[in-house]
């Protein structure tokens, strides 16, 4: 008896909740929903459509798992794969309309970057030297001309490394005396790019690159233009110089 009373417990459930899913399957047809032109303009939505997202979203788990997209509620719970494909094909449509968009929109305000507050560089070549001069100003003017910071000399060996724009290997190179710097086998990096590149060409380097700015400002990575007596002419090249 006790099974039998389950079964028939189970089975009463079983048609209760069919007939559930047969009223939430008319109400998709009920006239009267109410929504702005624009939104199935923007949605590329027919009333259709936008009938069955609304069923979906208020019906089903889809409506607590997938964010407020009516297309991806559409094709996620589309009935054919040439559904799918559709629903598929207007989102693909709609990102490639907002990222030309907002393409549009960052080149419009990196335009007024500049008209507001002037062109600015990637990396500042010059920067370490400067920055160098500051500190030791500082000094100065606080604890005096015989202060240690203008006369310490690091005992650690310093690296330069001479690289050129058209080279396969000076990436790789850079890497190494990299990390030489990080574990403080070195105390200094001058990465001296040939002459004949502008400090343009030197600050697509540096951004590929990667070179902390940190490092640059601080003078531990110094970044120049090689100089008319080295006379350096395979890249990449490092020198070592004992400070």
């Known amino acids: 008896m006790r099974i039998l009373l389950i079964l028939s417990l189970f089975i009463t459930f079983t048609q209760a909740y069919a007939n559930v899913e047969t009223i939430a399957e008319e109400e998709t047809s009920v006239e009267g ?41 559409l094709g996620l719970e589309a009935k054919t794969k040439e559904e799918r494909n559709k629903y598929a094909m207007k989102v693909a449509q709609l990102e ?42 500082l000094a100065e003017q606080y604890q005096g001309k ?16 001479y690289v050129n724009n058209n080279c396969d290997t000076c990436e790789s190179s850079y890497q190494d005396v990299y990390k030489e710097l990080l574990n403080g086998k070195i105390a200094k990096l001058e990465i001296a790019f040939n002459r004949d590149l502008n400090d343009m060409d030197i600050r697509r ?15 531990l990575i110094v970044l120049r233009k090689q100089e008319s007596s080295e006379k350096i002419s ?10």
């Open 33 to 73: 929903l109410v929504v702005d032109k624009d939104y199935l303009d923007g949605w590329k939505l027919t009333e259709e459509e936008y009938k069955r997202f609304k069923h979906i979203k208020e019906n089903t788990p889809r409506g607590y798992y997938t964010p407020e997209n009516p297309l991806i509620y």
């Open 96 to 137: 490639w309309e907002n990222q030309e968009k907002v393409k549009s929109f960052q080149l419009a305000w990196q335009e007024a970057v500049i008209v507001l507050y002037g062109q600015g560089d990637i990396m500042d070549i010059k920067g370490a030297e400067k920055f160098k001069a500051h500190l030791a100003n």
């Open 146 to 161: 015989k202060n240690p910071f203008n006369s310490f000399k690091p005992s650690k060996p310093s690296k330069t490394l």
């Open 205 to 219: 380097w540096a951004s590929k690159l990667g070179i902390p700015l940190n490092l640059n400002e601080s003078g």
């Open 234 to 243: 395979n890249y990449p090249s490092v020198i070592t110089t004992k400070l």
